[in-house]
Each structure stands twice: as structure tokens, then as C-alpha cells.
T-cell receptor, first 119, second 114 residues
Framework: AQKITQTQPGMFVQEKEAVTLDCTYD???????LFWYKQPSSGEMIFLIY??????QNATEGRYSLNFQKARKSANLVISASQLGDSAMYFC????????????????FGQGTILTVHP | DGGITQSPKYLFRKEGQNVTLSCEQN?????MYWYRQDPGQGLRLIYY???????QKGDIAEGYSVSREKKESFPLTVTSAQKNPTAFYLC?????????????FGPGTRLTVL
């Protein structure tokens, strides 16, 4: 079974500073994918960044980067130059293969971290 | 514009009534999913479908039913058997039958049982 752990219920950051949101995962599969989603107060889930388990380089998307440490089973999200609009709930999620060995896209989510950006 | 639509945005239901939540996508995605989110919690998978006329139970399927008669539509029925249906429901889709790359989410439906 897959499990995602986000140990920070809430985080605060000053505008323009960088912030790291923690995510650790547990799986026995060799092939898996890690995702980060942002959920503003409106409720919609916004895809931010993806890291495949075989990707050798850390993923980056604009101000978002994923600090992937496979041996430690961690996939922390780094947001650089925080903006007020970054205030939201952030979820780490993992996609792993099904019993047949092919991925059916099921995502397992962590509990989330509420990020508040102060001006 | 391509995307996923869910309706209604807010839904109120009396205890003992079935209610159906709509989910439509025009992204030509094969796979579709339903998730439930409780306050302050992550998402949990209810049902998913990789292809038309086929669907599988997720982690919390009891008290829910789905159908997938068309590629673009994946309605969710919350039945009276669901003991605690008040929650935020999110529909998602992804490209390939194997789930593709990322899941795209709709805006959600907030269901309240009175």
C-alpha cells in the first residue's frame, strides 16, 4: 500500500521569501510518480509539478521545484519568491502501479499543508 | 475551452434521498475519477474508470455508484446508504488508460445533507 505523509499542518512565509513544504512517501514499487497540487479557498485542485521515480534530475516549473531524494523517500516542494497568491492548501500525491503492473492513475494524497504568505 | 465541468456547485439533500453529481470533460481523456474531500483532509478515491462501460471501486466506494456510458461523462450517485455524505466532491480526468501524466480536476461540488 502507498502512503503519503505531510507533517506540516501549517506554514508561514514572508512575501518574496522561499519556503519548503515537506512530503515523505512509502511504497514498495519501483515505478511511481509524485505530484504536488495547490488548492486555493475556491476548492479547485491546480497541478503544480511532477517527478517520476526514474527521473534523474529534480523537476522544476517556474517558481516551483521538487527536491526529490529517492533514498530518503522524500519529495519536498520548494516555492521561491513567495507571492500573496501562493496562500493555499498544498497536497503531495503519489501515483503507483496497480496489481497488473500498469499504472491506472490512482492518486494517493497526503493530508495537506496550509501555506500563508504574509506581506 | 477544454476542461472539466461539475454541476451543481452546491447541493443540498435531505437524509434518505439519492442524489447525482454531474461530471463532464471535453479533453478527450480516457480515464476519469471521483474523489471525496472532508474538511482539512486530503482526497480519497471513490471510483475510477479507465474506459467507457468499465469502472472500478476506489478506497471508499460504499454508498456510491457510477456509470460511464459516454467517454466525456462520469456521473456519481450518492445513495441513501452512504452514512456521512456531507463533503466536497471532486471529479478528475487523465489522458491514457494507464492514467497518463497528471490528473486535471473540476471545480468540485459541495454536498450538504440536511
Amino acid at each position: 500500500a502507498q502512503k503519503i505523509t505531510q507533517t506540516q499542518p501549517g506554514m508561514f512565509v514572508q512575501e518574496k521569501e522561499a519556503v519548503t513544504l515537506d512530503c515523505t512517501y512509502d511504497t514498495s514499487d519501483q515505478s511511481y510518480g509524485l505530484f504536488w497540487y495547490k488548492q486555493p479557498s475556491s476548492g479547485e485542485m491546480i497541478f503544480l509539478i511532477y517527478q517520476g521515480s526514474y527521473d534523474e534530475q529534480n523537476a522544476t516549473e517556474g517558481r516551483y521545484s521538487l527536491n526529490f531524494q529517492k533514498a530518503r523517500k522524500s519529495a519536498n516542494l520548494v516555492i521561491s519568491a513567495s507571492q500573496l497568491g501562493d496562500s493555499a492548501m498544498y497536497f503531495c500525491a503519489m501515483r503507483a502501479p496497480n496489481a497488473g503492473g500498469t499504472s491506472y492513475g490512482k492518486l494517493t494524497f497526503g493530508q495537506g499543508t496550509i501555506l500563508t504568505v504574509h506581506p | 475551452d477544454g476542461g472539466i465541468t461539475q454541476s451543481p456547485k452546491y447541493l443540498f439533500r435531505k437524509e434518505g434521498q439519492n442524489v447525482t453529481l454531474s461530471c463532464e470533460q471535453n479533453l478527450n481523456h480516457d480515464a476519469m475519477y471521483w474523489y471525496r474531500q472532508d474538511p482539512g483532509q486530503g482526497l480519497r478515491l471513490i471510483y475510477y474508470s479507465q474506459i467507457v462501460n468499465d469502472f472500478q471501486k476506489g478506497d471508499i466506494a460504499e454508498g456510491y455508484s457510477v456509470s460511464r456510458e459516454k467517454k466525456e461523462s462520469f456521473p456519481l450517485t450518492v445513495t441513501s446508504a452512504q452514512k456521512n455524505p456531507t463533503a466536497f466532491y471532486l471529479c478528475a480526468s487523465s489522458m491514457g488508460r494507464d492514467g497518463g501524466y497528471e490528473q486535471f480536476f473540476g471545480p468540485g461540488t459541495r454536498l450538504t445533507v440536511l
